[in-house]
């Protein structure tokens, strides 16, 4: 890329950034287990260091978070993280991850990642990809949406199985209030801010990152960060699939299909 390109490249990224802080991640709280393989979409990504959730979105490509890196393999088909699966599950290896060109880690802005798979994975009872659609209907406030993963019930230990809770989309300006965020950081458009709209926590933290928010069924954003798991005044928030984002992934997708 020219030096010109990459100029252009970097005002846009910084006309897209806004002051957000990153957070700790994702588990489920106050959720329940889901019934064995009833989200065949669901990918877990796991090393030495620690877990990821995502989320299959074609034969080759999964979206998870751009914080979520290293991972150099997908386990699909999985409820039972200890038990073997073998009938159930596909193991594919990735070869190519590409972040969103406008990834801030400090700022934790724009946390998206497309994840290459060597060879398409077979769709079967228990893995099955989710398509993106052509637009993603953005959840009006009050909204009940659903969040997965495996990561930690809030006992401290991750989940040994899938688990799933719904969450509440609330307004950008509650969530940055001085009662929720005040600002620190600021939850802009790119967004989706969601938690719990009654006396029961209801979240996302450390473990569930890179997971979907589904909302209607539909794909509508991945878990980013968040304040303190559970904490009621500091809810998950989310990446949402706006039109810009749902354009980069579609066009990396085309451009990158030939890459080996």
């Known amino acids: 890329m020219s030096v010109p390109g990459v100029f252009i490249l970097s005002v846009l990224c910084v006309l897209l950034l806004s002051v957000v802080q990153p ?7 106050g959720g329940k287990e889901v ?44 409820h039972a993280v200890d038990k073997e699966e073998n009938e159930s599950r596909q193991k594919a290896r990735v070869t190519h991850s590409y972040p969103h060109p406008c990834f801030d880690r400090k700022e934790a802005v724009n946390d998206l990642m497309l994840l290459k798979l060597k060879k398409g994975v077979k769709q079967t009872k228990t893995v099955k990809w989710l398509k993106l659609g ?25 989940s040994k199985v899938l688990m ?12 940055n209030s001085p009662e929720y965020y005040n600002f ?31 909302c209607n069924g539909a794909l509508v954003g991945v878990t980013s960060f968040g304040g303190r798991c559970g904490d009621m005044k500091k809810p998950g928030v989310y990446s949402f699939l706006s039109e810009k984002q749902l354009d980069w992934i579609k066009k990396t997708m085309k451009k990158k299909a030939e890459v080996l």
Do not use: Y
Not at 23 to 29: L, N, Y
Not at 164 to 175: D, I, P
């Open 23 to 29: 957070g700790d991640g994702s588990e489920i709280i």
């Open 35 to 78: 019934p064995a393989h009833s989200m065949p979409h669901m990918a877990l990504l796991k090393n030495s260091k620690g877990f990821c959730g995502g989320t299959l979105i074609d034969a080759k490509w999964v979206l998870t978070a751009a914080h979520c890196e290293g991972f150099k393999e997908v386990l699909l088909g999985v």
């Open 184 to 214: 620190k950081p600021v939850i802009t458009n790119s967004m989706i801010c969601a938690g719990s709209d009654s006396g029961t926590p209801t979240d996302t933290c450390q473990g569930d990152s890179g997971g979907p928010l589904l």
């Open 164 to 175: 799933s809770v719904n969450v509440t989309v609330f307004e950008r300006v509650k969530c």
């Open 134 to 158: 052509q637009k993603v209907q953005e959840p009006k406030a009050g909204s009940k949406c659903l969040v997965a993963g495996w990561g930690a019930t809030g006992r401290g230990k991750p």
